[in-house]
Nanobody, 126 residues
Framework: VQLQASGGGLVQPGGSLRLSCAASAIALDYYAIAWFRQAPGKEREWVALISKNIGSTYYADSVKGRFTISRDNAKKTAYLQMNRLKPEDTAVYYC????????????????????WGQGTQVTVSS
């Protein structure tokens, strides 16, 4: 299983970016997809999660109302639309995938995900 994250870059505060997570060698249909981020000197932090059934999405309080996670199983790709970006959103963003557990809302720890993308840098600065 390989995941390829892309779409990061430099953006001004208040701007937007859309991250993509493309999968190869697997059908995404069976997997929950999450985005995590890690700022320098900090632990990896859960950002958002989408179940294999498109209707269920979950967000960290810090991004709720600004970020939207989505997926296109036919394209084997998941997305993270990030709006109203803040300097504190600056981090390397990682996508992750794994078979969902029974209580999917608790899939917020990095250790619960086996498959990871390589990370894409997001910098929010004026």
């Amino acid at each position: 299983v390989q995941l390829q994250a892309s779409g990061g870059g430099l953006v001004q505060p208040g701007g937007s970016l859309r991250l993509s997570c493309a999968a190869s060698a697997i059908a995404l249909d069976y997997y929950a997809i999450a985005w995590f981020r890690q700022a320098p000197g900090k632990e990896r932090e859960w950002v958002a999660l989408i179940s294999k059934n498109i209707g269920s999405t979950y967000y960290a309080d810090s991004v709720k109302g600004r970020f939207t996670i989505s997926r296109d199983n036919a394209k084997k790709t998941a997305y993270l639309q990030m709006n109203r970006l803040k300097p504190e959103d600056t981090a390397v963003y990682y996508c992750a995938a794994d078979i969902p557990i029974a209580n999917i809302a608790t899939m917020t720890r990095p250790g619960l995900f086996e498959y990871w993308g390589q990370g894409t840098q997001v910098t929010v600065s004026s």
